[in-house]
Structures are given as structure tokens and as C-alpha cells.
T-cell receptor, first 114, second 112 residues
Framework: DGGITQSPKYLFRKEGQNVTLSCEQNLNHDAMYWYRQDPGQGLRLIYYSQIVNDFQKGDIAEGYSVSREKKESFPLTVTSAQKNPTAFYLC?????????????FGAGTRLSVL | GDSVTQMEGPVTLSEEAFLTINCTYTATGYPSLFWYVQYPGEGLQLLLKATKADDKGSNKGFEATYRKETTSFHLEKGSVQVSDSAVYFCALRDSGNTPLVFGKGTRLSVIA
């Protein structure tokens, strides 16, 4: 079944803890993205990667880190430096060339602080 | 930089009412334009898109026309249903696989 798998669906973080959100895709897409969604603020871009072993900061990268060692995977680590991590996190992918390409989204991970 | 401005919500309509959600954009080039929909607790799904001026995207009774002269991409539906209750996002992409730029979203509630 083709698509984007985000796990876990719900995640709880303790004070001072790093947590990692998983994003896996089998769409063979080159580009992958991480967004954060807070109520009333729409989607804000955290990091994106247009090719394996390369990634760029988005608008709110502070307190987050990523890696892109495989085409299929783009995990996001929320570090202890991110003081307000409670949000809904969305992973997306895009393939092919050109601005007309659709961005596909996973079902999201909801992160809360204990 | 590129930006998208959507009308503020929430929007509450009765079933079978006409829907318009305004969207205007600022971009340096000739962007592709998109409408996405998000149902509660889910990710975003593409609703429709248009890739050049005067293109009309349509899906599930929703329509939007790419108006270059007014830099707009307003979403319309002639008769909304309760099942259309969701958050709607307007977005643009200027080139390649750069990330989409999103508006803040408009929450629509349709009551029976």
C-alpha cells in the first residue's frame, strides 16, 4: 500500500528529553518536508530535504534536528532545546520536477509534554 | 518572499448554502496554486490545483480559478454539505520541489 507513514500517532515528552518522530514513504519521492501545526497558526515549515544526504532549515528550525540517510526516511528529532514542543507534526513528500507537483501528507503525530 | 492570505474563519453555513473562501497570493514568478482540506485529527489532502493563469481546478463540487490579474484563487462550492466541515488551506509553489507556502487556513462548519 503506497503512502506516507508517520509514527507514533501520539507521543509524550518529558522535560529535558529528546524525542524522535518517524516518517517513512514508499512513493519514491525525492523531496520530504516537516511542518508544525498549532491552532490558528496554520502550517509552519521546520526542515525539508530535496535529496538524500541534504536538508535545509525552514522557518522554525531551532530546537529541531533531522537526517536524510535514505530516500524513504526523514526522521525529526525534537530536542530539549525546543521549549514549547506541544503541537501536531506533519510530514509531507513531493516527487518529480516542477512547481505543479502535489505535496502528499502523512496522518500526523501529536506531541504533548508531560 | 512568497505569501498566501486567506480569509479569516471560522465560517459557519447552513447545509446547501453557497461557499466562497477567499485566497490571494504574492509571488515573484508564476506559481502553481493549490487548495488542501484537513478533516479533524488528520493530515492534509489535496482538494484541487491549478498550474497556470485562467486554469480552473475542480473536485467534489469545489472549484477555484487561477486569476493572475487579481492574484487570487478563491474556493467556491455551490451547495455545501455537513460532510464538508473541515479546515481549508490555500497554498502556492513557485518552483521545483520547494516547500509549499500555506495560508493560515479557514475553518468551515456546516450545520444541518
Amino acid at each position: 500500500d503506497g503512502g506516507i507513514t508517520q509514527s507514533p500517532k501520539y507521543l509524550f515528552r518529558k522535560e529535558g528529553q529528546n524525542v524522535t518522530l518517524s516518517c517513512e514513504q514508499n512513493l519514491n519521492h525525492d523531496a520530504m518536508y516537516w511542518y508544525r501545526q498549532d491552532p490558528g497558526q496554520g502550517l509552519r515549515l521546520i526542515y525539508y530535504s530535496q535529496i538524500v544526504n541534504d536538508f535545509q532549515k525552514g522557518d522554525i528550525a531551532e530546537g529541531y534536528s533531522v537526517s536524510r540517510e535514505k530516500k524513504e526516511s526523514f526522521p525529526l528529532t525534537v530536542t530539549s532545546a525546543q521549549k514549547n514542543p506541544t503541537a501536531f507534526y506533519l510530514c509531507a513528500t513531493s516527487g518529480g520536477d516542477g512547481a505543479k507537483n502535489i505535496q502528499y501528507f502523512g496522518a500526523g503525530t501529536r506531541l504533548s509534554v508531560l | 518572499g512568497d505569501s498566501v492570505t486567506q480569509m479569516e474563519g471560522p465560517v459557519t453555513l447552513s447545509e446547501e448554502a453557497f461557499l466562497t473562501i477567499n485566497c490571494t497570493y504574492t509571488a515573484t514568478g508564476y506559481p502553481s496554486l493549490f487548495w488542501y482540506v484537513q478533516y479533524p485529527g488528520e493530515g492534509l489532502q489535496l482538494l484541487l490545483k491549478a498550474t497556470k493563469a485562467d486554469d480552473k481546478g475542480s473536485n467534489k463540487g469545489f472549484e477555484a480559478t487561477y486569476r493572475k490579474e487579481t492574484t487570487s484563487f478563491h474556493l467556491e462550492k455551490g451547495s455545501v454539505q455537513v460532510s464538508d466541515s473541515a479546515v481549508y488551506f490555500c497554498a502556492l509553489r513557485d518552483s521545483g520541489n520547494t516547500p509549499l507556502v500555506f495560508g493560515k487556513g479557514t475553518r468551515l462548519s456546516v450545520i444541518a
